[in-house]
């Protein structure tokens, strides 16, 4: 392998029924960053169907080449699928560097990927640098939930590639006079090899809300303790134009979705005010949201680890505060 | 049916703790425990042991210790261990690991491969679809519900936003969700049972892989440096009555231009 052949920054441009995800404009963003110290191209590899007239929206976020790989064989992401057409992508364009989002879709094609090119990747990074030295992607992420940072190189290897999270990088703003190149591009699919059949996608909640979004997040842990106590959360998040997420133990607890976690195993968070209530700060929560503009932590125990990264901290009773900082809002936000 | 589930032996991570003073991990009397998404994994074996009388293999990659989370997976009902262990696997990273495994597996007759999503350790989620592809199976990651239907697996995979129902020939491999499959404790018969059974001691004869594929060598990444994260220099912490306590959040607020 001669790395001089393998050039710019591609982001896997990630659909979901042809809606791009946030996740993709992001690390558009990141890759422009990257491909700008490299003085080389951002391309975005997008899959899909019936997706071209998207493209421009790609270039609009960052992008100079935009191949678009249209087939209804993709029109539902399935593994095999994708990896082999990204594959073949990858074989003919030859890329230095390849972004994926770490959701259900990166995480399970990435891998898939890297084996098949027989290339490294790296989970879950927090950071992309371009070494000064070598020009080599530095890839920085958490190990030993959330206890360690690691900084990972894939030096002999290419591409370079890496999953990293929703909501860490930042995208760039929107630019409809940018210029790029819309490049189609068709794989020959073995179908022999499509062991997988979609039956059904469900969407177990209409009125779902993605946390990552949230500029005002108003967090419960197990301070605030059961179902009637995140109704006050509740009543305070709506006051404040914010929505409510919830540490692990609530999960587990069975008092929150999933989704709403914020942590090493949930999601990573970055609001304007991350105000946490009853959360001790567990280091596998302080990873979630530590990059949070204002922390504002509302815990009974003061020697609580959430008080080490809170910008303000308040030792008291979160069920007893919280609804009298709601009514005092309504108040003040109606002058 | 025949399954064989990956499990691997992992420092429990929610116990480690940062030294305040030097920023460094407490690994002391940190314990070793049997990763979370494999045992979850392992349940929907032995789920699968009970419905359809699957035979059940478990494997673990690692140092002659791991063999304790071996004797855990016999307690549970598992048939058959193994022990995967050579100092040439050492230094690995996901994809060294992954062949390795996979490698080790091509020993077997299998119907179905079970991984945990992914370890606490290292969180990557990356070794189960690249065993997946060195041997050409069909792969389901986050999977929080399976069954068998005409010869078929019908798998649920759980998403961001709900789930999807999965149609998967046979044989597989699934990555399995702990939240979906909550483990059996250990039978106290098993307990005592487990440590006189046989665990099968694999070395890398058993591995069919040039040298240059396995350990540090087969590792196309390289940890550059490691470091705890420096502790942010912590605010204002007041230990105030409730009506202060509003006060100062609602000048905190004002004063960053929240409200």
């Given at each position: 392998?001669?790395?001089?052949?393998?050039?710019?920054?591609?982001?896997?441009?990630?659909?979901?029924?042809?809606?791009?995800?946030?996740?993709?404009?992001?690390?558009?963003?990141?890759?422009?960053?990257?491909?700008?110290?490299?003085?080389?191209?951002?391309?975005?590899?997008?899959?899909?169907?019936?997706?071209?007239?998207?493209?421009?929206?790609?270039?609009?976020?960052?992008?100079?080449?935009?191949?678009?790989?249209?087939?209804?064989?993709?029109?539902?992401?399935?593994?095999?699928?994708?990896?082999?057409?990204?594959?073949?992508?990858?074989?003919?364009?030859?890329?230095?560097?390849?972004?994926?989002?770490?959701?259900?879709?990166g995480r399970d094609l990435a891998p898939r990927l890297s084996a098949r090119l027989e290339t490294g990747l790296t989970a879950d990074c927090t950071k992309l640098e371009i070494s000064?030295?070598?020009?080599?992607?530095?890839?920085?992420?958490?190990?030993?939930?959330?206890?360690?940072?690691?900084?990972?190189?894939?030096?002999?290897?290419?591409?370079?590639?890496?999953?990293?999270?929703?909501?860490?990088?930042?995208?760039?703003?929107?630019?409809?006079?940018?210029?790029?190149?819309?490049?189609?591009?068709?794989?020959?699919?073995?179908?022999?090899?499509?062991?997988?059949?979609?039956?059904?996608?469900?969407?177990?909640?209409?009125?779902?809300?993605?946390?990552?979004?949230?500029?005002?997040?108003?967090?419960?842990?197990?301070?605030?303790?059961?179902?009637?106590?995140?109704?006050?959360?509740?009543?305070?998040?709506?006051?404040?134009?914010?929505?409510?997420?919830?540490?692990?133990?609530?999960?587990?607890?069975?008092?929150?979705?999933?989704?709403?976690?914020?942590?090493?195993?949930?999601?990573?968070?970055?609001?304007?005010?991350?105000?946490?209530?009853?959360?001790?700060?567990?280091?596998?929560?302080?990873?979630?949201m530590e990059e949070s503009e204002l922390i504002i932590a509302i815990n009974k125990d003061k020697f609580a680890p959430i008080f080490q990264?809170?910008?303000?901290?308040?030792?008291?009773?979160?069920?007893?505060?919280?609804?009298?900082?709601?009514?005092?809002?309504?108040?003040?936000?109606?002058? | 049916?025949?399954?064989?589930?990956?499990?691997?032996?992992?420092?429990?991570?929610?116990?480690?703790?940062?030294?305040?003073?030097?920023?460094?991990?407490?690994?002391?009397?940190?314990?070793?425990?049997?990763?979370?998404?494999?045992?979850?994994?392992?349940?929907?074996?032995?789920?699968?042991?009970?419905?359809?009388?699957?035979?059940?293999?478990?494997?673990?990659?690692?140092?002659?210790?791991?063999?304790?989370?071996?004797?855990?997976?016999?307690?549970?009902?598992?048939?058959?261990?193994?022990?995967?262990?050579?100092?040439?696997?050492?230094?690995?990273?996901?994809?060294?690991?992954?062949?390795?495994?996979?490698?080790?597996?091509?020993?077997?007759?299998?119907?179905?491969?079970?991984?945990?999503?992914?370890?606490?350790?290292?969180?990557?989620?990356?070794?189960?679809?690249?065993?997946?592809?060195?041997?050409?199976?069909?792969?389901?990651?986050?999977?929080?519900?399976?069954?068998?239907?005409?010869?078929?697996?019908?798998?649920?995979?759980?998403?961001?936003?709900?789930?999807?129902?999965?149609?998967?020939?046979?044989?597989?491999?699934?990555?399995?969700?702990?939240?979906?499959?909550?483990?059996?404790?250990?039978?106290?018969?098993?307990?005592?049972?487990?440590?006189?059974?046989?665990?099968?001691?694999?070395?890398?004869?058993?591995?069919?892989?040039?040298?240059?594929?396995?350990?540090?060598?087969?590792?196309?990444?390289?940890?550059?440096?490691?470091?705890?994260?420096?502790?942010?220099?912590?605010?204002?912490?007041?230990?105030?009555?409730?009506?202060?306590?509003?006060?100062?959040?609602?000048?905190?607020?004002?004063?960053?231009?929240?409200?």
């Open positions: 392998m001669n790395k001089a052949d393998y050039k710019h920054v591609y982001v896997f441009i990630e659909q979901r029924e042809g809606k791009i995800q946030p996740v993709a404009l992001e690390l558009l963003g990141k890759a422009r960053d990257l491909a700008d110290v490299l003085g080389e191209k951002v391309v975005a590899i997008f899959p899909g169907h019936n997706i071209k007239d998207q493209a421009n929206d790609l270039i609009a976020y960052g992008a100079d080449d935009v191949i678009v790989i249209d087939s209804p064989e993709l029109e539902d992401y399935i593994t095999e699928q994708y990896a082999q057409a990204v594959y073949q992508l990858v074989i003919a364009f030859r890329p230095s560097i390849v972004l994926f989002g770490a959701t259900t879709i000064e030295d070598t020009k080599e992607l530095m890839m920085t992420r958490p190990a030993f939930g959330g206890n360690l940072m690691a900084t990972i190189m894939c030096t002999q290897h290419r591409p370079q590639m890496s999953t990293v999270r929703p909501g860490v990088m930042q995208k760039r703003e929107k630019d409809a006079s940018r210029k790029g190149t819309i490049i189609p591009f068709e794989p020959k699919f073995d179908k022999s090899k499509f062991a997988v059949k979609l039956l059904e996608t469900v969407k177990a909640d209409k009125g779902k809300i993605d946390i990552t979004e949230a500029k005002i997040l108003v967090s419960g842990g197990r301070g605030v303790g059961c179902k009637e106590n995140f109704a006050k959360l509740e009543a305070l998040a709506q006051q404040i134009g914010g929505e409510v997420s919830s540490s692990r133990a609530m999960v587990d607890a069975g008092v929150m979705p999933h989704d709403r976690q914020v942590g090493q195993t949930g999601k990573t968070v970055r609001p304007d005010l991350y105000l946490a209530c009853g959360i001790s700060g567990a280091i596998q929560h302080l990873a979630g990264v809170a910008d303000l901290g308040i030792v008291g009773d979160a069920n007893k505060i919280v609804p009298m900082l709601t009514e005092r809002l309504a108040k003040e936000m109606k002058r | 049916m025949k399954i064989v589930v990956c499990i691997k032996q992992v420092p429990d991570t929610t116990e480690i703790k940062i030294n305040p003073v030097t920023g460094t991990l407490i690994r002391d009397g940190v314990p070793s425990i049997m990763n979370p998404d494999d045992k979850g994994g392992l349940e929907l074996a032995l789920e699968l042991k009970d419905k359809y009388g699957a035979h059940v293999t478990v494997i673990t990659m690692g140092p002659p210790q791991a063999e304790l989370i071996l004797r855990e997976a016999y307690a549970m009902g598992a048939d058959r261990a193994i022990l995967l262990t050579s100092r040439a696997f050492g230094g690995a990273d996901t994809l060294a690991t992954s062949h390795t495994i996979a490698a080790a597996l091509k020993n077997l007759e299998y119907d179905l491969i079970i991984t945990g999503r992914q370890a606490i350790d290292g969180d990557t989620a990356q070794v189960g679809p690249q065993i997946a592809e060195h041997l050409g199976l069909p792969q389901v990651s986050y999977v929080a519900g399976f069954d068998v239907k005409d010869g078929k697996y019908i798998v649920k995979k759980e998403t961001e936003d709900g789930y999807q129902m999965l149609e998967v020939s046979s044989p597989a491999l699934m990555t399995v969700l702990a939240s979906g499959y909550k483990a059996r404790y250990m039978n106290v018969a098993g307990i005592v049972d487990a440590y006189d059974r046989e665990i099968d001691i694999w070395g890398d004869d058993k591995v069919d892989l040039p040298a240059e594929k396995l350990g540090l060598k087969g590792s196309p990444t390289r940890v550059n440096k490691a470091f705890t994260k420096g502790i942010k220099a912590a605010g204002e912490v007041h230990e105030v009555d409730p009506e202060q306590a509003v006060n100062l959040i609602v000048s905190k607020l004002k004063e960053k231009f929240i409200i």
